[in-house]
Structures are given as C-alpha cells and as structure tokens.
C-alpha cells in the first residue's frame, strides 16, 4: 500500500498520477479492505445502482482505509441529504449521477463543500471532519481540500453543456458514465464503437484542458485505453461482480461433472 491519503491525486512524491479503482457491488467490507492492500488508490461504493444505505458506506469508508484505499461513493443522485451524508460516513470522492446542466453541478457543490465554496451543512462530529478534534474551522478547511466532486456525463445534454459544467468552481472534474452516454448517443452498449469513444475523449481532453480531473468506469478494453490516452485520472476497470461474472464461468467449466 503506497497510497496517499491527503491527495488521492498525487502519488508520494506528490507528481500527478493516474487513480485506479476497483467498484464493489457486494458490499462486502472484507473486499473493500483487500482491493486496497493489493494496491487499488481508490474503492468505489455503489449506491445508484443497488441496496447499499448509510451505514453500510460507513462502514466500507473504513475499510477501504484500512486497506490504504481512498473510499468514493456514487450517490443515488443529486439530493442535498444524499451527497451530505456520504461526505459525513467518509466519503473522499463523490460522484453524483446524471448532471447534466451547470446549475446542477453548482448545486453539487452547494451541498458538497463549506463555505466560502458552498453551503456544506454545519456538523462538527462527523467522520468527514474527522470529529472537528481542533476546532470546526481547520476541520472544514481541510475537508475542502480533501474532498472531491465529481458530476457524471452520461447524456447528449451534459456534453452539450459541458463547458458551462465545467466553469463551476469547487467542482473536481467530471465523471464518464459510457454506458448511459451510448444510450444517449443512439449507440446503446456499443462502448468502443468510434463514435462513442470519440465523445468520451473530447470531454476528457476538455476537461483537463480546463484544470479539471477526469474519471471513468469501463472494463479494459479500446474505450478505457483511449480515455487514459486523453488524460483520464480516475480509472475504474476492475470490481467483484464485474470480474466473477467472468472468472467463475471459467473456473467452473474446467471441473468437469462426469469423469
């Protein structure tokens, strides 16, 4: 475990550095703890697209640390008390779903960071300020700086307006959602189809150009590759379901029922 905890962004030397994330959908706090010690930067949590709660991202957070991992979180969308909470269990990165607007993305910050950036809710014993042990204004300092936000881009209209998302201060970057995005795009599924990857690599290359951080979650492939060549520095490309679904068929064909 080589991960830095105070800029996920920045490897020990403090030179920029591409983050690597594995995505649990089990929810399990013992996977969450390996995918950090085998050297994952970052674990991300699922709470769109399953039944995680609170409790759960908690207790995940902590595990993710234990194993050096930096916990993100995919809220289930834009709601004030969804992006508030997952910054109060631990959450470092969140990304919130279907932005696809600049007034979306400013309220993202809003609720996402104190002032003088946004408008985070006032609470000083949580885990996110680590329980404000020397005092609430460093602790909200800090946190601002330890936080990230992220809106993901998964329609024609969020690329439509992606300049105007990304002029929003306090945003960290934005957050390629291929698979909505190819639905978008009348492409649905078709991930490494030209069309596709060229609309993913124009919004990272804006992106960064911009000073913004760029994220994606695609499996290796022509489309994860082409975006890490745009300048993409949030990769997720490996999870436990995404990765079982593939191996245990594997597994399972190579013991066979009859002798």
């Not at 779903?97 to 946004?118: C, D, H, I, R, W």
């Not at 042990?133 to 307006?161: K, S």
């Not at 997720?236 to 068929?249: I, K, Q, R, S, Y």
Request: with cysteine.
């Amino acid at each position: 475990m080589n991960n830095n905890m105070d800029n996920v962004f920045a490897d020990e030397k403090g030179a920029p550095r591409v983050v690597r994330g594995a995505v649990l959908y089990s929810g399990s706090r013992l996977l969450a703890e390996l995918a950090g010690r085998v050297g994952f930067e970052t674990i991300w949590i699922e709470m769109e697209h399953g039944p995680t709660n609170f409790e759960t991202v908690e207790g995940l957070c902590l595990a993710a640390e234990a194993g050096g991992a930096v916990p993100s979180v995919r809220v289930s969308d834009s709601q004030r008390c969804h992006i508030l909470r997952a910054l109060e269990v631990g959450g470092r990165i969140i990304i919130v779903p279907m932005v696809n607007t600049a007034e979306q993305a400013q309220s993202v910050v809003e609720y996402g960071k104190f002032p003088p950036l946004g408008k985070r809710g006032y609470n000083t014993r949580s885990r996110g300020v680590h329980f404000s042990l020397d005092g609430p204004q460093p602790a909200f300092a800090e946190a601002n700086e330890r936080t990230h936000l992220f809106v993901q881009i998964e329609t024609r209209q969020a690329v439509e307006n992606l300049d105007e998302i990304l002029a929003v201060e306090g945003l960290s970057g934005i957050f390629i959602g291929p698979g909505d995005l190819s639905a978008s795009l009348g492409r649905t599924g078709d991930l490494n189809c030209p069309e596709v990857v060229d609309v993913v690599t124009d919004c990272i290359r804006r992106a960064r150009k911009a000073g913004k951080h760029a994220g994606i979650l695609v499996s290796p492939g022509a489309l994860l590759t082409a975006a890490l060549e745009a300048g993409c520095d949030l990769a997720f490309f490996a999870g436990d379901v995404m990765n079982l679904v593939t191996t245990w068929p594997e597994i399972l064909a190579a013991v066979k029922t009859q002798s």
